[in-house]
């Protein structure tokens, strides 16, 4: 009682503080639990709770003002263990009794100014620790409405987050939970990938030193009959993978590849058909072309008739149109039939020389 009362007199006397003063330690944290003070004064002999299992249950509490709260304890015990087993139970100061009344003022102010640098980092953390939660919150969202699979892995394969898209479509939701998922051995839930080009990808990006490196890989899965395409990213923790159900998309490139192929063979036929009638017209003409220059060698001494070689002349010029027409036309044909090559990386383009005169010339003249 007189300690008491010479604390508060000195405390008192020239400084604004406000005192609480308390017979019992039960009694301090009852008021404390409900109106956390600034610092807590206490003896280390009290009845029903000694100092040290003062600061125990100050520093232990669930409220968090409270648990920051900067307590010197007094003592007229000097030896070093007492002291060490009153700062290892969380006290900020112990001062031994007798004490000059400027040394507890300046001890006092000290934890003042303690409390304050602990405030502010309290207001700090639990800012910070909203600003996470609201970014954690936002981030789960995301992955919660992300229709691709998402999972991340730790070092040690296990997971550490898996979304509803990632359950649904590796078909887990049949047999385990999300909470039983997380913590568990991706290698243990899925033994068969084992020797899997997935499974190889994740160990290699694993044992690069590259963190911010990126992975795309399309692998089928023979349980599901699927395809999957996976991108998987490294970080420090492991690596994350995004999942993608791409069987769609790959049924429709094979029936593209397909329907290329049964185009090009249509192609081929054609070309080959039209073709075939065509060499038996150049052939023909060719032929008939030799026959009439024979047949004008043959008659040339006897042409003495303007009117007979004038005739001549208009077969030679009509039958080399029908040759050029049909070495024309097999040109076309063949530079379909190439296009069709072209598409599938089966043909070389050559390029040649021309004379633009000669070819306008052939034009105009087949087309009349």
Same mark, same amino acid.
Request: glycine share 2%; charged share 25%; no cysteine.
């Given at each position: 009682t007189d300690?008491?009362?010479? @604390?508060?007199?000195? /405390?008192?006397?020239?400084?604004?503080? $406000? =005192? #609480?003063?308390?017979?019992?330690?039960?009694?301090? @944290?009852?008021?404390? /639990?409900?109106?956390?003070?600034?610092? $807590? =004064? #206490?003896?280390?002999?009290?009845?029903?709770?000694?100092?040290?299992s003062l600061v125990t249950q100050i520093r232990s509490s669930q409220n968090s003002k409270m648990s920051v709260i900067p307590v010197i304890l007094l003592s007229a015990n000097a030896e070093d263990q007492t002291r060490n087993e009153a700062i290892t139970a969380g006290a900020d100061d112990y001062i031994i009794k007798p004490f000059h009344a400027k040394e507890l003022l300046a001890r006092v102010e000290g934890a003042l100014k303690i409390q304050s640098v602990r405030k502010t980092a309290y207001i700090r953390e639990k800012q910070l620790k909203n600003q996470v939660r609201g970014e954690k919150g936002k981030w789960s969202n995301v992955m919660k409405n992300l229709r691709e699979g998402f999972l991340m892995l730790d070092r040690d394969w296990r997971y550490i987050f898996i979304n509803d898209s990632n359950i649904n479509l590796s078909g887990l939701e049949k047999g385990l939970s999300k909470t039983e998922i997380i913590g568990s051995e991706f290698l243990k839930i899925y033994p068969d990938l084992i020797s899997s080009p997935l499974v190889k990808k994740i160990?290699?990006?694993?044992?690069?030193?590259?963190?911010?490196?990126?992975?795309?890989?399309?692998?089928?899965?023979?349980?599901?009959?699927?395809?999957?395409?996976?991108?998987?990213?490294?970080?420090?923790?492991?690596?994350?993978?995004?999942?993608?159900?791409?069987?769609?998309?790959?049924?429709?490139?094979?029936?593209a590849l397909e329907y290329r192929r049964k185009q090009n063979e249509f192609i081929d036929t054609l070309c080959h058909e039209l073709r075939n009638p065509l060499n038996g017209i150049y052939g023909s003409?060719?032929?008939?072309?030799?026959?009439?220059v024979e047949l004008k060698n043959m008659v040339k001494t006897e042409m003495n008739d303007q009117k007979l070689s004038e005739m001549f002349n208009r077969i030679l010029d009509d039958v080399k149109t029908i040759e050029g027409c049909a070495q024309q036309q097999k040109v076309i044909v063949d530079d379909v039939l190439d296009y069709s090559k072209l598409e599938g990386n089966k043909v070389e383009l050559n390029p040649e020389t021309f004379k633009l005169q000669s070819w306008i010339s052939s034009v105009t003249q087949m087309s009349g």
């Open positions: 300690m008491r009362n010479y @604390l508060v007199s000195l /405390l008192s006397v020239n400084t604004n503080y $406000i =005192i #609480s003063a308390f017979s019992s330690g039960n009694e301090l @944290l009852s008021q404390a /639990l409900k109106t956390p003070p600034d610092v $807590i =004064i #206490s003896d280390l002999m009290m009845p029903e709770t000694d100092g040290l160990s290699s990006i694993m044992e690069s030193s590259n963190r911010e490196e990126i992975i795309s890989l399309d692998h089928y899965y023979e349980p599901h009959q699927k395809f999957y395409e996976h991108r998987i990213y490294s970080h420090s923790i492991g690596v994350s993978v995004l999942t993608t159900d791409v069987t769609s998309r790959k049924k429709m490139e094979k029936e003409s060719v032929l008939l072309l030799d026959e009439i």
